[in-house]
């Protein structure tokens, strides 16, 4: 990496990496963004480990080619089932969710007991668990495949999606792990659904944001190659380019709501397979 102002590339499935990029903007607003969310192929949280590895790995070359200078793998699913092989694959540096999440669960839980919920892909690959085991940590992996429809469908205040949150929190907070003092929210959706999570999980629970802890690991990672400069400053200097393989108008029109601001500077981009 060479530049004092980094390229960072963004991958997701769709549209949830835009939490993960709305972190990384209100911690690095001094570098250049390329956001690439494979919107024409998601969900990536009920397929396959090689069907998930395989279009990490193309959109991993796409941002290199665009000159990322290190690609963050925004997507939980991504990241827990293919963050070898796109390491593997790429020139520069790479970071997922999952070690940024578990690190920041280990320094937030007492009891050493944490429930992770994620898609079913994410909890079938055990990422997270093994990943907190590493660190001495007993977790239940839960996964909660309706929540990322009903954000997608916009119903983050939604009746009906405080109870499908409070179904599943209430079997994952249950038997040995009713005194698991830490929810990792290992979905890019999630962070969307955070008060409700808040209101539906037992009252001695912390939240731990993996959106957040990656933006953290990134900026750890960028050490002294971001300059440091006054806070307004560094917001107005965030430049961001997106690239979408499905329709440039629902990108801009649902990304909104995870973005928390307008979508400009879209591009659709066909990947050759
Ligand atoms: N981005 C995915 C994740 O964080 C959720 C959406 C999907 O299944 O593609 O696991």
């Given at each position: 990496?060479?530049?004092?102002?980094?390229?960072?590339?963004?991958?997701?499935?769709?549209?949830?990496?835009?939490?993960?990029?709305?972190?990384?903007?209100?911690?690095?607003?001094?570098?250049?963004?390329?956001?690439?969310?494979?919107?024409?192929?998601?969900?990536?949280?009920?397929?396959?480990?090689?069907?998930?590895?395989?279009?990490?790995?193309?959109?991993?070359?796409?941002?290199?080619?665009?000159?990322?200078?290190?690609?963050?793998?925004?997507?939980?699913?991504?990241?827990?089932?293919?963050?070898?092989?796109?390491?593997?694959?790429?020139?520069?540096?790479?970071?997922?969710?999952?070690?940024?999440?578990?690190?920041?669960?280990?320094?937030?839980?007492?009891?050493?007991?944490?429930?992770?919920?994620g898609t079913e892909a994410t909890v079938c690959s055990h990422a997270y668990q093994k990943a907190l085991e590493a660190k001495g940590l007993h977790a239940r992996e839960k996964a909660c495949p309706l929540l990322v429809p009903l954000v997608e469908e916009g119903w983050v205040n939604h009746a009906v999606t405080e109870q499908v949150a409070r179904i599943y929190l209430e079997e994952a907070f249950a038997d040995g792990f009713r005194d698991a003092d830490t929810l990792v929210l290992g979905c890019t959706h999630y962070p969307l659904l955070k008060p409700m999570l808040r209101r539906v999980s037992p009252a001695h629970v912390s939240i731990v944001d993996s959106a957040e802890s990656t933006a953290r690991a990134v900026a750890e990672r960028l050490g002294n190659l971001v300059p440091r400069v006054a806070s307004e400053e560094r917001r107005a200097k965030a430049r961001v380019g997106f690239f979408v393989t499905d329709s440039v108008e629902k990108f801009q029109r649902l990304g909104q709501t995870f973005l928390r601001r307008p979508l400009a500077n879209v591009q659709h981009v066909d990947l050759k397979e």
């Open positions: 990496m060479t530049s004092r102002r980094p390229t960072i590339g963004v991958f997701d499935s769709g549209f949830g990496g835009l939490t993960v990029l709305k972190a990384l903007l209100e911690v690095i607003p001094e570098a250049d963004y390329l956001y690439f969310g494979d919107t024409a192929r998601l969900p990536y949280g009920s397929k396959s480990v090689q069907t998930v590895a395989r279009y990490a790995v193309e959109a991993a070359h796409f941002l290199e080619a665009h000159r990322a200078e290190l690609i963050v793998i925004a997507c939980n699913t991504a990241t827990a089932l293919a963050l070898n092989q796109i390491t593997g694959a790429a020139h520069v540096p790479v970071i997922g969710v999952v070690e940024p999440g578990a690190e920041a669960a280990a320094s937030v839980s007492k009891t050493r007991k944490v429930v992770v919920i």
